[in-house]
C-alpha cells in the first residue's frame, strides 16, 4: 500500500516536472526563433473581448508581447494610456493586435443597435421626430412601411402613398449619434438594476436617425421626399398585410 502511494506521488513530481520543462522549452523556442529578429512590443488578445468593452478594462484582456517588427499593424497599440474612454467597435478574438482603428468613442458605438445590410442594397438615414418613428419604438432589425407624402409641386397637388413595404431597419441612433438601447439591452439593465445614464434619454423634442436598407431608386425617393415632404414609418412585420390604394390626396380622404 505504501509503496502504491509512494510510487503514485512519484508519477505527479516527475508528470509537474516534465510539463514545467515543455513550458520552458516552449518559451525558450519563441525567444530563440525571435533571436536574430528586430521586435517591438505590443498589445496581444488573450481571450475574447466583447464589442463594447470600455478600454478601461481591456487590461485584463491583453498582455503586451514581442512581435516581429515586419508582423506589427500599422495601428497596433503599445499600451492603454491613449485611448481613453474608447470602447471596442467589434468583438476581438485571441491572438489578434489591439489595434487603434478598433476602438470608437463611447457615444458613437452602435453596436446591438445595428444589423447587417443585405447584399445588393445600400443604406440611407433619414431623420425622423418620435411621432414619425412609432414612438420611438422602431429598432434596428425591425421591417418597417414608408409613407411619403409630398406637397403641391408643379400643379399636381398633395399627396400621401405607402411607398415601400417590409423595409429592413439596419441601425437607430439618436440625433446626437447614440445608439439606442435596445429592447434587450433594456430588459438586462432592469434586471441587473442598472440605470441608464442621462447622456442616454431621448428628448421626446428631439429626433432619431433611422438607417434603412434599399436599392438605390428607392434612395432616391427616400431623399427627395426628405427634401422636399415628409417621412412616416409604420412598424410592418412579415405577417402583416401589404396594401395601398395609390396616392391619397384631399379628394379620396374624404371619399
Known amino acids: 500500500m505504501k509503496a502504491r502511494l509512494l510510487g503514485g506521488i512519484a508519477a505527479l513530481v516527475v508528470a509537474v516536472i516534465g510539463t514545467v ?8 523556442a519563441d525567444r530563440r526563433a525571435l533571436a536574430n529578429t528586430e521586435t517591438e512590443d505590443v498589445l496581444i488578445v488573450r481571450q475574447n473581448v466583447p464589442a463594447g468593452t470600455p478600454a478601461s478594462q481591456l487590461s485584463q484582456y491583453v498582455a503586451t508581447k514581442a512581435v516581429p517588427k515586419t508582423a506589427v499593424a500599422s495601428d497596433a497599440l503599445e499600451d492603454l494610456t491613449s485611448v481613453g474612454s474608447k470602447v471596442t467597435s467589434v468583438g476581438l478574438v485571441p491572438g489578434e493586435q489591439l489595434l487603434s482603428s478598433r476602438l470608437v468613442e463611447s457615444s458613437t458605438f452602435i453596436g446591438p443597435a445595428r444589423v447587417e445590410v443585405p447584399e445588393g442594397l445600400q443604406e440611407i438615414t433619414v431623420q425622423l421626430g418620435i411621432d414619425r418613428v412609432v414612438g420611438g419604438t422602431v429598432q434596428a432589425g425591425d421591417t418597417v412601411g414608408v409613407f411619403l407624402s409630398l406637397g403641391d409641386t408643379a400643379g399636381e397637388g398633395n399627396g400621401t402613398q405607402l411607398t415601400f ?27 441587473t438594476g442598472a440605470l441608464k445614464s442621462e447622456g442616454s434619454k431621448q428628448a421626446s ?47 379620396k380622404v374624404f371619399r
Open 21 to 28: 520543462l515543455l513550458f520552458n522549452y516552449v518559451q525558450g
Open 165 to 191: 413595404h417590409k423595409v429592413l431597419v439596419t441601425a437607430v441612433q439618436f440625433s446626437s449619434g447614440q445608439a439606442v438601447q435596445t429592447q434587450g439591452e433594456a430588459a438586462q439593465a432592469s434586471s
Open 205 to 251: 423634442s428631439d429626433s432619431y436617425l433611422i438607417t434603412l436598407a434599399r436599392n438605390s431608386v428607392d434612395a432616391e425617393k427616400l431623399v427627395y421626399a426628405a427634401e422636399f415632404g415628409k417621412i412616416y414609418l409604420s412598424k410592418e412585420p412579415d405577417g402583416a398585410t401589404e396594401g395601398t390604394s395609390g396616392v391619397v390626396n384631399q379628394t
